[in-house]
Nanobody, 122 residues
């Protein structure tokens, strides 16, 4: 069983920065993918970024490329997402998730956290 707990959400002005964290308990193997998704009210869950747990290769959606950075600490089983140059459309609920494949599709992920909220104060 894997449990994921996100933290670090809050309110920031457009153009500002925020760092989201995800603490994992349970097994995360090199073959697993860890991703960040986000979901606005009334919209589908959107993939944001993925990291291959073993080798650390990272991927980003076009909407966040160049502004967000995903990273992991294998020893601590921690995942983070650095958000820079926040845009109003970035203000929503963010989730971390563990998947068995390197996929951007939410249904490919088995374990999810409860989410952490990012708000835009502008």
């Amino acid at each position: 069983q894997v449990q994921l707990v996100e933290s670090g959400g809050g309110t920031v002005q457009a153009g500002g920065s925020l760092r989201l964290s995800c603490a994992a308990s349970g097994n995360i193997f090199s073959s697993h993918a860890m991703s960040w998704f986000r979901q606005a009210p009334g919209k589908e869950r959107e993939w944001v970024s993925l990291i291959r747990w073993g080798v650390g290769t990272t991927y980003y959606s076009d909407s966040v490329e160049g502004r967000f950075t995903i990273a992991r600490d294998k020893a601590e089983r921690a995942l983070c997402l650095q958000i820079n140059n926040l845009k109003p459309e970035d203000a929503t609920l963010y989730y971390c998730a563990r998947g068995n494949s390197y996929s951007t599709i939410p249904t490919s992920y088995t374990y999810w956290g409860q989410g952490t909220q990012v708000n835009d104060s502008s």
